[in-house]
């Protein structure tokens, strides 16, 4: 049973890390910081509980506001380029966050033993939840907690006329922006909210493992967050949690028995799947 | 002093690789207005293909490794054209950024799948010469990718500016509903820039193996990271852009490294694209 929990775990957290991608994605805006902020939150998250001896959810609430706040501070410059100029200045900011945790040292003498980051060598000793006698099924709840509020949030922004305004950036600026919107204030807004929701996938991610490091946050990972909404469509959320569930629940756990073949099929099937459904798995007619 | 201006001239030769790469990120932006992830990895999977002439006839010469890389390069860009860009249509932004992503984890998993992980050797030309220029040294295995690069590009100008393919291939960039109309077939121009790129990162590949001496597929994210720098900071969809600013974050980076050593090279490779972006965010050429 603790399998699944722990499989739940990860979907809620990369959920999460989908979702902070999914409402940036909406402006029509692709961005590969999201693993920066998702770092940002967990070793926020994480030295607040360690060193700072918090509870957890004010800790998460912190990385929250510091993934949002790198999101606003990096929203700025970074969106008056636009596009596929904005990959890779949005790339090149998650490696320079990377190398910045590759190159931070924060240690702290704990009992007999020092914690907190150490640069390569990373964070290790992040154990709120097994210093506090969580379960696993109790830990796993606690993330869902999040996810569906997470969910439940955006959901409404989508409904709402803030998503509408998003949506309206995103299939035509030029049209948007006649009709009055403020395309600045809208992309870094949506940049924003991501950066808030990766802080807290980040946090809880920190939590979960126990011990994180730099070759974390890696290109991989942000290849990951913007993958699970485009491969699940943009149409609602359950598309990036469908993504999520086929990528880590079917792709990797799934074909586990594959053993070595099953990483070639990874990739093969991703591209299958963007050929097959250009628009994601929920995607409605048009993307 | 003189220190410095042995990193630069190092830095500078060893930058035609990253110049190579930097022009097939561009050509392909520049036909078809879209992002092709995977050509790093389809260059470095080309300098691979290379390596399997010395499983046929053992003993082969460098030489030929390098035509076969070259050969292997335009095989793999045909059919990266065939899976990622083909079948989905050109007015989604979205699918063909994810496809040539899944694309990019595939050739990277069929390259650890066949060498089961393992670096292999390259064989390298010239590599026992050493030019002495008064104090300087100038090793003759970059001497050779350089001028390599410098041949390749030259072909390159000529192919795009001389010849009907050329022609057409400038003629669907600016406008591809016009070219159309004047009986030029899109599709397979857009094939045939592939193609083209794709003989370009075989070669580029194959001399980065040659001049690090060994392939790894680890070298395919920072390769990728690189190539994008290069194409952003010379200005997207203009060839000369990518060849200067190939040549100048070559030298930029060896610079660094020289003197702030290997772990914050790239960090420093970043600011000076923040740089770019903030104060000149079209490039150094605007195509």
Not at chain 1, 168 to 182: C, K, P, T, Y
Not at chain 2, 80 to 95: E, Q
Not at chain 2, 98 to 105: A, D, F, R
Request: glycine residues 12%; charged residues 10%.
């Amino acid at each position: 049973m603790d399998f699944y929990y722990g499989l739940a775990q990860t979907v809620g957290i990369h959920t999460l890390l989908g979702l902070s991608a999914y409402i940036v994605l909406l402006t029509g805006q692709v961005t590969m910081a999201q693993a920066a902020f998702f770092a940002i939150g967990a070793y926020a998250a994480g030295m607040l509980t360690v060193l700072g001896g918090w509870h957890i959810v004010p800790a998460l609430g912190a990385g929250a506001v510091f993934g949002a706040a790198t999101a606003c501070a990096v929203g700025f410059p970074a969106l008056r380029v636009k596009g596929l100029m904005l990959v890779v200045a949005t790339l090149a900011f998650g490696e320079g966050v990377r190398l910045f945790f590759f190159n931070f040292d924060y240690q702290v003498a704990k009992g007999e033993i020092k914690v907190g980051p150490l640069g390569g060598e990373g964070f290790r000793q992040i154990r709120y939840f097994q210093e506090h006698g969580w379960s696993t099924g109790e830990v796993m709840l606690f993330i869902w907690v999040f996810v569906i509020l997470s969910m439940a949030a955006l959901w409404w922004f989508d409904r709402s006329r803030y998503g509408a305004v998003l949506r309206a950036v995103g299939e035509d600026e030029l049209a948007a922006q006649s009709v009055g919107v403020n395309l600045t204030a809208v992309k870094v807004s949506a940049m924003t909210v991501g950066g808030a929701v990766a802080g807290i996938g980040g946090g809880l991610y920190a939590h979960y493992t126990t011990h994180i490091e730099h070759a974390n946050f890696n290109v991989l990972l942000a290849t990951f967050a913007i993958a699970y909404p485009i491969v699940g469509g943009l149409k609602n959320v359950f598309g990036t949690l469908a993504a999520v569930i086929f990528v880590q629940a079917f792709l990797i756990e799934g074909l586990r028995f594959l053993g070595d073949w099953r990483n070639l099929l990874f990739g093969a099937l991703i591209v299958a799947a963007m050929n097959l459904r250009p628009q994601g798995f929920l995607g409605g007619r048009r993307a | 002093m003189l220190d410095f201006l042995q990193a630069v001239s190092d830095g500078l030769l060893f930058g035609a690789t990253y110049a190579l790469i930097g022009i097939g990120f561009t050509l392909v932006f520049g036909v078809m207005h879209k992002l092709n992830l995977a050509y790093a990895a389809a260059s470095i999977g080309a300098a691979y293909a290379g390596l399997l002439i010395l499983q046929v006839a053992a003993g082969a010469p460098p030489w030929a490794v390098f035509l076969c890389a070259f050969l292997g390069g335009g095989v793999i860009g045909w059919l990266v054209y065939l899976t990622c860009f083909h079948f989905i249509p050109l007015s989604n932004p979205l699918a063909p950024l994810m496809s040539t992503v899944g694309m990019l984890l595939l050739i990277d998993e069929i390259i650890v799948h066949v060498t089961a992980g393992m670096p292999q050797n390259y064989p390298a030309m010239f590599d026992d010469v050493m030019l002495r220029v008064g104090e300087f040294t100038l090793r003759g295995d970059l001497l050779l990718v350089a001028g390599v690069s410098v041949v390749c590009m030259i072909a390159l100008l000529a192919l795009v500016y001389r010849t009907r393919l050329g022609l057409a291939t400038r003629a669907v960039s600016q406008q591809p509903v016009a070219a159309q109309l004047c009986g030029i077939r899109v599709a397979q121009v857009n094939a045939m820039t592939f193609i083209v790129t794709g003989l370009l990162g075989g070669i580029a590949g194959a001399l980065i193996g040659a001049s690090v001496g060994a392939l790894s597929p680890l070298l395919t994210t920072p390769l990728t990271v690189k190539g994008l720098i290069v194409t952003v900071i010379g200005g997207l969809g203009s060839i000369p852009g990518a060849i200067v600013a190939g040549l100048l974050v070559g030298a930029f980076e060896n610079v660094f490294q020289q003197f702030r050593g290997v772990t914050e090279r790239d960090l420093y490779v970043m600011l000076l694209l923040f740089a770019f972006l903030v104060f000149r965010p079209s490039g150094l050429f605007k195509p």
